[in-house]
């Protein structure tokens, strides 16, 4: 090798490594490589955050964008943890987090820089704290969610990594903080892959950053880590508390009150820190009209927490779901996490309550809050409302099932979720996924998720959004589109002559025009859930995919069907209740135009009012929430003038301005069903 001029050092240093590496150096000399850094996984769940000790680091982080991963420990270039500064101004250090600009924590940071809208990468987030001698208690960092990856370093040493956005984790930090001030790094990555849950492609934004609250929160030495409060029996009034505590000698005794009935039980903790208290009490039920939480209060030792629940029961009989003991129709709505009038991620309480408040002008009583955990907030303020909430993971569409680590990524978020939420009175839905194809490995990675969710809570139903129609029920349904379009005349030559084809072939299965069809759920996954949710895009997709089948344009096709869905029954292979977990059109709010022209109000409404008809006609249907409340950002979405990258099937648009078909849901809703 010739090298001409002085050498700088990058290139001495690459000298030195290419020499060593002939002269049979080892690997990990490549000053370009990483440090391999083992990274300890976060703690079980810490519950009842907002019960406990806490120091908020909210506010602004100075942030490093970080498209190459230089930053990492090792790196020639980087190595941020170490967070090295300049003292004689004679260093070379190419990075400064303290002129780094900053960004807003909760929040994602694809919304707060322009440059960042699209990015999905690495980004170093730095902030410090300052922490005082810890007297007899116990530190831990909490972190609401972090999309979707994220590697923490505390004072330069790392402290751990979780991957799987969208639920929270912890870290008990009591050995390594220091009195004074303490440097908080976290790298960020918000890139998905093939394996990752969810997976590359996605309906929505895939949001990167500390998205949600970061807390340091603060337990005595011996601390109740989480509680699990469920009303077991509705006519006695049965409530069972459980409690997983920290350090505590086995035979502890603890206590659990509510205060406002005077009710008082006593337990006694385990060798595993673990207790249970069963009693009665006379609770007036939670329910959508009237809910009524109480204060809870579980002691043991210095520990005391508290927490607000509504006590209710929730099941299906037959076809029919239960809500304490009565029959209820779930007038539901769609939501994806974003608030209204505002950009990027609903991280707080307000962005919460402003998207149910909505839900609740429509005449909603149930929320589908998809397709991944909200944030905590989401659940506290539908208990206060008297909402019903579907709470899902994001196990969507093309999912690696076979994977080892996605199946655990996927365990992980539901475990969490679940743990975190199951004192919320309002969710009543646990749903493993959305929309995926059948397949045995599919089957086998849902069965588990769906078994550990019953395993962590029996109390509430669990589900997943199915995939709707198959070849051969499009295919029928088609024989119906050409027999009521040849009966209502007025083709022209090229569609009669496909319309008769169809019927041809049909054969005598062909229908008349008056046919009807019963189309019926029959994905094995029903068989393992409570309820059969079901998406089904009749009125908008399938139109298209009927005009692409039969080389009859959408102008034809789409009348056709609008009027047809009136005949359609849908059903279930299983004695289950149906719920239809999506349905819906596309409209740009204040673009006007005839029935039959797409993206317009007017025919958004239309699929809205054919749907109402068709499935307030399927017995089996129990429930709705139409996609979706309101506009949302999606990369899948670029068509110019129209989407302008948000999916525009929302009532609404991302601003709240009523579209038409949000009065016609509205007024359905309003109706006996
Ligand atoms: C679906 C998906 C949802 C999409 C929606 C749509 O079936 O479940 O995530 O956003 O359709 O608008 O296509």
């Known amino acids: 090798m010739k ?32 440090q391999e850094i083992e990274f300890t996984s976060a703690d079980t769940l810490l519950g009842l955050v907002d019960s406990r000790a806490s120091m908020s680091l909210n506010g602004p982080w100075r942030v490093i964008v970080d498209p190459m991963g230089v930053g990492h420990p090792g790196s020639f270039f980087g190595g941020f943890p170490r967070n090295k500064k300049a003292s004689s101004g004679m260093e070379l250090i190419e990075y400064d987090f303290s002129t780094a600009q900053q960004l807003r924590v909760p929040g994602d940071f694809n919304s707060q820089d322009d440059r960042l809208f699209f990015y999905q990468g ?33 004072n330069g040493e790392p402290l751990g990594r979780h991957t799987g956005g969208y639920v929270p984790f912890s870290f008990e930090i009591t050995d390594k903080v220091r009195s004074g001030t303490n440097e908080l790094m976290v790298r960020i990555d918000n890139s998905l892959s093939a394996t990752s849950v969810p997976t590359k492609r996605t309906d929505w934004w895939p949001y990167g950053g500390l998205t949600r609250d970061v807390l340091l929160v603060e337990t005595p030495q011996n601390y109740i880590r989480n509680a699990k409060i469920a009303l077991i029996d509705r006519d006695s009034k049965t409530i069972r508390v459980d409690i997983w505590a920290v350090g505590f000698d086995a035979g502890t005794s603890a206590k659990v009150s509510l205060p406002e009935l005077d009710v008082t039980q006593n337990l006694v903790l385990d060798e595993n820190g673990n207790g249970t208290a069963v009693f009665t009490a006379p609770v007036d039920l939670w329910s959508t009209d009237s809910p009524r939480l109480y204060d809870i209060v579980i002691e ?10 509504g006590f209710r029961t929730i099941e299906t009989k037959g076809q029919a779901i239960l809500l304490n003991g009565e029959e209820i129709k779930l007038k539901g709505i769609s939501t994806h996490e974003e608030p209204i009038g505002d950009a990027g991620v609903a991280y707080s309480d307000e962005h919460a309550l402003g998207l149910l408040s909505a839900a609740k002008d429509l005449g909603a009583n149930f929320v589908r809050a998809a397709h991944y955990p909200y944030s905590r907030h989401m659940a506290k303020a539908a208990d206060e409302l008297g909402l019903l909430l579907w709470a899902e993971i994001p196990v969507y569409w093309n999912i690696d099932w076979e994977n080892e680590s996605t199946l655990s990524e996927a365990r992980n978020m539901m475990g969490r979720l679940v743990e975190r939420d199951w004192n919320r009175s309002s969710v009543i839905i646990w749903s493993v996924a959305n929309e995926t194809p059948y397949s045995e490995p599919r089957m086998a990675f849902l069965r588990t998720l769906i078994d550990d969710t019953r395993a962590l809570d029996s109390t509430r139903l669990v589900s997943a959004a199915l995939l709707g129609g198959s070849r051969e029920k499009f295919a029928e349904i088609i024989t119906h589109l050409a027999a009521r379009g040849l009966a209502n005349g007025g083709l022209g030559p090229k569609e009669t002559a496909i319309f008769q084809g169809i019927l041809k072939q049909a054969g005598d299965a062909a229908p008349t025009a008056s046919g009807s069809v019963d189309v019926v759920i029959d994905d094995p996954l029903a068989e393992l859930v409570d309820i059969v949710a079901y998406n089904e895009y009749f009125g908008w997709y399938y139109s298209a995919l009927f005009a692409d089948e039969t080389g009859i344009g959408e102008d034809v096709l789409r009348p056709l069907m609008m009027d047809f869905m009136k005949d359609i029954t849908i059903k279930a292979k299983v004695d289950k209740p149906i719920h239809i977990s999506e349905f819906g059109a596309g409209a740009k709010y204040g673009r006007k135009g005839g029935e039959v022209l797409i993206w317009t109000e007017e025919y958004q409404a239309e699929v809205y009012r054919a749907q109402i008809e068709m499935l307030r006609a399927s017995p089996q249907v129990q429930g709705m929430t139409p996609w979706i409340l309101k506009d949302f950002r999606a990369m899948l979405r670029p068509l110019a003038g129209v989407q302008d990258y948000y999916n525009r099937k929302g009532l609404m648009d991302e601003n709240g301005n009523r579209k038409l078909a949000f009065d016609v849901l509205n007024t359905f809703y309003a109706e006996e069903w």
């Open 3 to 34: 090298v001409d001029g002085p050498l700088s050092p990058l290139w001495v240093l690459v000298l030195t490594v290419l020499m060593g590496v002939s002269a049979g150096a080892q690997e990990e000399e490549n000053p370009f490589a990483d």
């Open 122 to 154: 690495g980004i170093w987030y730095f902030r410090t704290f300052e922490s005082e001698q810890l007297n007899d208690t116990k530190l831990h960092l909490w972190f609401g969610a972090a999309n979707f990856d994220a590697q923490i370093y505390l």
């Open 300 to 309: 043991a030792g210095k520990e005391r927490l508290e927490e607000r629940v």
